[in-house]
């Protein structure tokens, strides 16, 4: 008998909020909404032979989500047909949404209301998908806003202090947020008052300043806090969209704070895995009992690479710190192919794991429960 996850319920640890589009998408939209890619014109033309023709741009993730729609929608699987289903069935919304998410027992979103920006209010993203949402508090908004009510580094970071406090106290709030990744990078440094307070003028000018010290200043803050409410850090690691500091994203480059005493109990949670270093990620779970990490964007954009990327997480890290994720950020369907796809992709590596002998299928099916929803669950327990 082959593993099947059907049925198994699913909380996706990682992902944004989206809306109605405005109109029907045209067939080129469509796969811009999908694509990570945020520059125009990625689709713009086709690629044609004597019997196909293709978007230019279109990768394995894109061809996969297509074919699985069509099979969701009873349609050819060419992207023309699907997108006209879609445009069709999309008009209530809502309804469309719950639907896709009934489909792969989708029952939970942990979301990053920081990205898109101007934000989505959550109660608005609510109605969409018909239950409550999990949310982590982005600390890099908060810097943006206090720098230009402050005039003084002290002043300002009472001001943001007190912010982050507050948020993690609201229900519903498991956790800060931090794309340090994308400004100064992942190797933060002690704190050091004296640099951070000397850059602040710099900082007041333009958020988009390197600023390291005090970023790393603001980032010791925040694990501060988190470690006080007993809540999560959650730290983007790895690839991103195109203005991720890539060179300075790697999860290792964490290790000396998290080797800080005072962070020992600090729940951390990597982001994306730290995806194309996700064994980093993977190794540092198996050696920090903090430490956690989630498989969203590799998953579901490596397309069928998420075989691979389950079976090399799970050379190191233990069955209890890998949660699921999608970073879903546009729209429903990109939800739901993460789900679906994930699904696939871990029925096909549990099953190699009982017929190498190396489990029972009651081990794999347990692993799997722990994966999809009750690592979540578990961590975050005392603010669910
Ligand atoms: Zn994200």
């Not at 023709?53 to 929608?73: C, E, H, P, V, W």
């Not at 710190?321 to 729209?331: C, L, N, P, Q, R």
Request: proline fraction near 4%; charge should be negative; charged fraction near 25%.
């Amino acid at each position: 008998m082959v593993i099947d996850l059907e049925g198994v319920k699913i909380i996706d640890v990682h992902c944004h909020p989206f809306l109605q589009n405005e109109r029907p998408y045209m067939e080129s939209e469509f796969l811009e909404e999908l694509s990570l890619s945020v520059r125009p014109g990625m689709f713009a033309t086709k690629i044609k032979t004597k019997t196909d023709s293709m978007y230019s741009g279109l990768n394995m993730y894109m061809q996969i989500t297509i074919q699985r729609l069509a099979k969701y929608f009873s349609c050819e699987p060419t992207i023309e047909a699907v997108v006209e289903k879609r445009n069709v069935s999309a008009r209530n919304f809502s309804e469309y949404t719950k639907n896709l998410f009934e489909d792969v027992q989708l029952e939970g979103l942990l979301v990053d209301y920081g990205y898109p920006t101007p934000a989505i209010p959550n109660q608005q993203f609510e109605k969409v998908v018909g239950f409550r949402t999990w949310e982590v508090y982005r600390i890099e908004p908060v810097m943006d806003r206090l720098r230009e009510e402050h005039d003084s580094f002290s002043t300002f970071i009472e001001g943001y202090r007190a912010d982050l406090r507050s948020a993690l106290g609201r229900k519903g709030v498991l956790g800060l947020k931090s794309i340090i990744a994308y400004r100064s990078g992942l190797e933060i440094v002690s704190m050091d008052e004296k640099k951070a307070t000397s850059q602040f003028d710099f900082y007041k000018e333009n958020k988009r300043e390197t600023v390291k010290e005090l970023r790393d200043y603001c980032l010791h803050i925040a694990m501060e806090e988190c470690t006080r409410a007993k809540k999560a850090m959650h730290i983007h690691t790895g690839v991103g969209d195109g203005e991720v500091l890539l060179h300075k994203a790697s999860p290792n480059l964490l290790v000396t704070m998290l080797r800080e005493k005072k962070y020992a109990n600090t729940i951390v949670h990597l982001v994306h895995g730290g995806y194309p270093w996700m064994e980093e990620a993977a190794f540092m779970c198996s050696v920090f009992p903090n430490v956690y990490m989630d498989l969203s964007l590799q998953n579901p954009f490596a397309g069928h690479g998420v075989k691979r990327i389950i079976s090399q997480v799970f050379e190191f890290a233990p069955f209890n710190k890998v949660m699921y994720g999608s970073d879903a950020f546009t729209i429903p369907e990109m939800n739901w192919l993460g789900v679906k796809l994930f699904k696939e992709c871990f029925e096909e590596v549990l099953q190699s794991w009982v017929e190498k002998d190396y489990m029972s299928r009651k081990r794999a099916k347990t692993i799997a429960e722990l994966v999809l929803y009750k690592n979540f669950e578990e961590l975050y327990k005392d603010s669910l």
